[in-house]
């Protein structure tokens, strides 16, 4: 059997968040079988299910929100849970948003791998696509179809020396997340932050914990940590926007030029016909890439 995985103990941190500029305390708890990823708003006492069902806003981030409380940023955190295979967490967020880091999901799996990973009694359940599921809007386009393990491809093309057609695809089954994806930095144009810090957004945001570009070059002194780590970036919000299916997922991703809101709408059209995928417990042949982005080892 691949047993469902939780975290060993519990384990804090704190942060800015990247628009409301606050500190943030967060605190990642064990939780039981079968119950998920679930967020916690402390400050307030409210539960948010990670699912795709209580997503509110895929705006500059994903936002998840009920009774009246909502929480921001979650992508980030929530790949790095996926990218470990941790199937059920219980998240505390003293505030709207989890904090930005360094804008990577690396400091989040230096903070599970602290926590411990245990398995737990039940097996592992996951999302079998069965047929392909598309979303097109313009230029934007996205799609989950089915495949051996767990794949993506990006494909990001920007008027932008360093952001022409870069293309990236991560096979989980053989390249580990912890190493290929999780220090991969958000990132955003100069003119772009300049007006968001205008508009009251993205108060926190800073070279500390994004990179910026303009016109033709990278600003951030320490420049990339990889060559196509803007790329990679996409490929860690899309994991973990994926994951509000509620599932890891066995199939394959490909998408051009989408965000948030276009990975949303690829969850809920999967989600909307039964036909569309089976939930059933993990195999041995597809645990390859679940165990390929579990093993800490490799980071």
Known sequence: ??????????????????????????????????????FVRSDLGVEIPAKADFVTDTRLCTTIGHDGAQISTIEHLLSAFAGLGVDNARIEVSGPEVPIMD???????????????????????????????????????????????????????????LLRKRKVSINFAHQAYTREI?????????????????AGLALGGSLENAIVLDTHRVVNEGGLRYEDECVRHKILDTLGDLSLSGYPIVGAFEGELTGHDMNHKLVTAMLADPSNFRIEELVAEDAAAEEAAGEAQHA
């Open 1 to 38: 059997m691949i047993a469902q995985r939780t975290l060993d103990h519990s384990i804090r941190c704190s942060g800015i968040g990247l628009h409301s500029g606050r500190k943030i305390n967060l605190v990642l708890h064990p939780a039981d079988e079968d119950t998920g990823i679930t």
């Open 103 to 161: 804008g990577s999901s690396a400091p989040f799996v230096f903070l599970i791998q602290c926590a411990g990973i245990r398995e737990q009694s039940k097996a592992k359940k996951v999302l079998r696509v069965l047929k392909r599921v598309e979303v097109e809007e313009g230029d934007k386009r996205c799609a989950l179809y089915p495949a051996g393990g767990f794949k993506i491809s990006y494909l990001l093309d920007y008027d932008h020396p």
């Open 182 to 198: 999780s220090r991969a930095r958000t990132f955003g144009f100069l003119h772009e932050v300049e007006a968001l810090q205008k």
